[in-house]
T-cell receptor, first 115, second 118 residues
């Protein structure tokens, strides 16, 4: 099993450009998440999907949109990139949002720089 | 509301000496607690988790953590540090069963960087 995969690994954008970060998991998990990691701030939740067909805002959703394409795939879109969105983005998945099996498994991350 | 505080942003130990990374949490309901490790330029890997079974939890690579409800702590320890343990460690809390205003999402501490000196 590949676990959680993310593409691309690295990306450089100019201010105002758009892009979509892709995430897929092969563990048959129901819940998926997008985080951003900035120095000294740990990980902050951008959006999550508790189950296929549902999405909800996390702590820092402004400037982002998401799509839960199917059970496996959860994409993050930046419509008009800003320098403040320079960060490392992680996708994660878990068997469930709640309960005893809510530990999350993380992808390798996407390093995004917005100039 | 849930929160987690990692008491040290940076810990330095010598190889072969014990490791202690401190974490305090706040949770209104029955928490799940986790420790994740992140090696440089890598994703996060689950070290161990507590979900209300034994209060002493053993994880991978010789790490363990003890859940102390009276102290609201979940400190991570290892008897003998190895050079490969140098990484950033995150303590994480989750409200396992949800509740008013909670949805089971993970709340991350700000991380502790572990340096291991030869």
């Amino acid at each position: 099993n590949a676990g959680v995969t993310q593409t691309p690994k690295f990306q450089v954008l100019k201010t105002g450009q758009s892009m979509t970060l892709q995430c897929a998991q092969d563990m048959n998990h129901n819940s998926m998440y997008w985080y951003r990691q900035d120095p000294g701030m740990g990980l902050r939740l951008i959006y999550y999907s508790a189950s296929e067909g549902t999405t909800d805002k996390g702590e820092v959703p402004n400037g982002y949109n998401v799509s839960r394409l199917n059970k496996r795939e959860f994409s993050l879109r930046l419509e008009s990139a800003a320098p403040s969105q320079t960060s490392v983005y992680f996708c994660a998945s878990s068997e469930a949002l709640l309960g005893a099996f809510n530990e999350q498994f993380f992808g390798p991350g996407t390093r995004l720089t917005v100039l | 509301a849930q929160s987690v505080t990692q008491l040290d942003s940076h810990v330095s130990v010598s190889e072969g000496t014990p490791v202690l990374l401190r974490c305090n949490y706040s949770s209104s309901y029955s928490p799940s607690l986790f420790w994740y490790v992140q090696h440089p330029n890598k994703g996060l890997q689950l070290l161990l988790k507590y979900t209300s079974a034994a209060t002493l939890v053993k994880g991978i690579n010789g790490f363990e953590a003890e859940f102390k409800k009276s102290e609201t702590s979940f400190h991570l320890t290892k008897p003998s540090a190895h050079m490969s343990d140098a990484a950033e460690y995150f303590c994480v809390v989750s409200d396992r069963w949800g509740g008013s205003g909670n949805t089971g999402k993970l709340i991350f501490g700000q991380g502790t960087t572990l340096q291991v000196k030869p």
